[in-house]
């Protein structure tokens, strides 16, 4: 069984920061990318910012420049740190991987969610 917990959201003023971390946990035998998605207030969730297992990032235009992406493979852990925070980035966050585990004698790889946690933004 895999899980992924996300911690680090919470309420802060516009033009602060936040760090939010997932670790992923279980039989785990490998993970590729990583990702952070949000869902604001009447909206569709959309990815925010992706990384690969070697480091490789992708960004919306939305964020380039404010939040950046990194991941611990050691502690099978993605991270987003988010400065100059505005009151639009408000929306429930949530933690995405693509990991591999073992089904019998098979790698299988299989998409997880994080169970969300909210940032708030006020302005």
């Known amino acids: 069984q895999v899980q992924l917990v996300e911690s680090g959201g919470g309420l802060v003023q516009a033009g602060g920061s936040l760090r939010l971390s997932c670790t992923a946990s279980g039989s785990i035998v490998s993970i590729n990318a990583m990702a952070w998605y949000r869902q604001g207030p009447g909206n569709q969730r959309e990815l925010v910012a992706s990384i690969t297992h070697d480091g490789r990032t992708t960004y919306i235009d939305s964020v380039k420049g404010r939040f950046t992406i990194s991941r611990d493979n050691a502690k099978n852990t993605v991270y987003l740190q988010m400065n100059s925070l505005k009151p639009e980035d408000t929306a429930v966050y949530y933690c995405?991987?693509?990991?591999?585990?073992?089904?019998?004698?098979?790698?299988?790889?299989?998409?997880?969610w994080g169970q969300g946690t909210q940032v708030t933004v006020s302005s």
């Open positions: 995405n991987a693509d990991i591999n585990t073992w089904r019998g004698l098979r790698l299988a790889t299989n998409t997880y």
